[in-house]
Nanobody, 128 residues
Framework: QVQLVESGGGSVQAGGSLRLSCAVSGYGYMKYCMAWFRQAPGRQREGVAG???????TYANSVKGRFTISRDNAKNTLYLQMNSLKPEDTAIYYC??????????????????????WGQGTQVTVSS
């Protein structure tokens, strides 16, 4: 069973930075496709950034140039460095894992339905 635990959320002013972490338990983390999603009140969950194994990262247009996803396979941890935060980045941020990425050849890494395992979420609030 894969378990995900996010940390690092908080409240910052616009222009500030936060780094989210996601600790992953489960065998074979380096073979997982991993991603960050977010959900703001009244809105659907949306993909923010993802990385499939050792492939290149993918970002939503709204965060390109501001957010950086990275993974430390030795520590079984996924990160999201968020810079130049805006009030519209306010949301609950979720970490997601797909341990069987070979099933989804041709799928994008920000496709919600491919992920079987989710963390509990961490709140990010950006004030203007």
């Amino acid at each position: 069973q894969v378990q995900l635990v996010e940390s690092g959320g908080g409240s910052v002013q616009a222009g500030g930075s936060l780094r989210l972490s996601c600790a992953v338990s489960g065998y074979g983390y380096m073979k997982y496709c991993m991603a960050w999603f977010r959900q703001a009140p009244g809105r659907q969950r949306e993909g923010v950034a993802g990385v499939d194994r050792d492939g290149p990262p993918t970002y939503a247009n709204s965060v390109k140039g501001r957010f950086t996803i990275s993974r430390d396979n030795a520590k079984n941890t996924l990160y999201l460095q968020m810079n130049s935060l805006k009030p519209e980045d306010t949301a609950i941020y979720y970490c997601a894992a797909d341990p069987y990425p070979g099933r989804y050849v041709g799928y994008g890494v920000l496709v919600n339905s491919r992920y079987n395992f989710w963390g509990q979420g961490t709140q990010v609030t950006v004030s203007s």
